[in-house]
């Protein structure tokens, strides 16, 4: 343990304190927060009671749009020669597919009852520049059934013989999208509709891009052109570029179907939306962001949060650091805990080397760099980039970031503070979750009693459900 650390949270008593449950992963712990901590919860969404009966009435009554069964007889050719494209989200998003209470075999029943042949039905996975699936991360996500049943693809966004040219924006992007896609007779999209700190809501038109197209156009997607813009944040469609590319690119590919999902922080639906690209999402989108949005007085001295489930790595975990800038002061502190479960609990290689240049650099650094003429487009470069907005507002000391799955001396490459400076280095625990546990409690303790405050008592903020939730000045 740091030693400075050690002497702020050796003098603390925190028996008086209240607990706070923390997600982590698919787990809780609980910690002690300052009696003062504000804890900031979404609305409660109701969970579906039936959801299996609300994904089959939301089938059967979709929004804007004729019914599956007749979209396909209206195809112009005999049924049984039509090819069906389904497009899935990768283990990144919770979205609820498989099982009976999932929705891709009510799906594929509709499907196949007006006479479509289960053989011309492929599944195509939405990668976007992602790493490929795993046979264990599709049977988790789709189902055994499924995955025994129907045959599943990757998007492979770099394999040009895999894709075909499909649209031109008026941002000036060629697309190249998913050729089994956009040869489908048929072409449905799923998903889940949450906040989203890039193009302001998930699902719908990203299922398209930047989900099925090349590497070029999710570059332009995700470039500082796009994600410096003021109107590509949480919540914001209107004026938002991310969002109206997307969309742009999926209106001229044409959808026929979509079908997705709201859900609450424990990944219990909460809703079922399908039929119109367009109509359908904004209707999903609206009734998501009425329970996502947590209005504020005023920002807080400390903003404790948590990477929940899409915190499966550093770089997935960037989003809850965004959401919760809201709700921090300038030079406030950020203290996050994440269970960065991947196989790579960092990120890809491209990342790592990305984030050590950002390390070096700063955030206003790197940004010089990738608008540099000679500058080449790197994947996964926007991830350190969004870093750098919680990194401007509260700098590098004033990010706490406790994984205890990434070692600690990778750390050297990793913006903020390390929550392996709050345990002992020799010190045993039995589980991932007990050492973050550790991690986040000592962080917490000297966040509350941290020298910025000048031996003042600062505001201290929770955001129990993580990147899921956007706190809102009421101003």
Known sequence: MDDNILEIIKNVDIRDWKKISVEFGDEFFDVSVPPQTDVLHMKRMPCL???ADEISNALNNPVGSPTLPEIIQSKGKPVDELNVCVTVSDITRPAPYSGENGILLPL???IEQ???KRDNIVIVIGNGMHRP?????????YGQDVVDSYLIVDHNCEDMSSLVLAAHTKRGTDVYLNKTFYNADVKIITGLVES??????????KAVCPALVNTKTIQKFHGVDFLEHPNATNLILDGNPCHEESLEVAETVGVD??????????LCITGVFAGDLVEAHL????AMREFVQIPIDVPYD???????????????????AVNAMPAVKENGLIVMVANNCDAEPIGSREYKTLLHLFKILGPDGYISILKHPDWIFTKDQWEPEMWGKPIRKVGEDGLIYCAPQIPEEDFKIIPGISGHDFIEKDQDFGSMKEKAAAMFQNAVTYAGHHPRFNGQKPTIAFIAEGPYAIPIAKS
């Open 133 to 141: 699936s795993t046979l264990e991360e599709r049977i988790r996500m």
């Open 283 to 286: 209707a999903a989108f609206e």
């Open 302 to 320: 400390v903003v404790l949060t948590n990477g929940s489930y899409v915190g499966r790595d550093h770089y997935q975990s960037v989003k809850a």
């Open 49 to 51: 009671t039936h959801s």
């Open 196 to 205: 989203h700190f890039m193009a302001g809501v998930s699902g719908g038109r």
């Open 257 to 266: 179907f979509m079908i997705s999902t709201t859900l609450d922080n424990k």
């Open 114 to 116: 007006t006479g479509v």
């Open 108 to 110: 594929f029943k509709i």
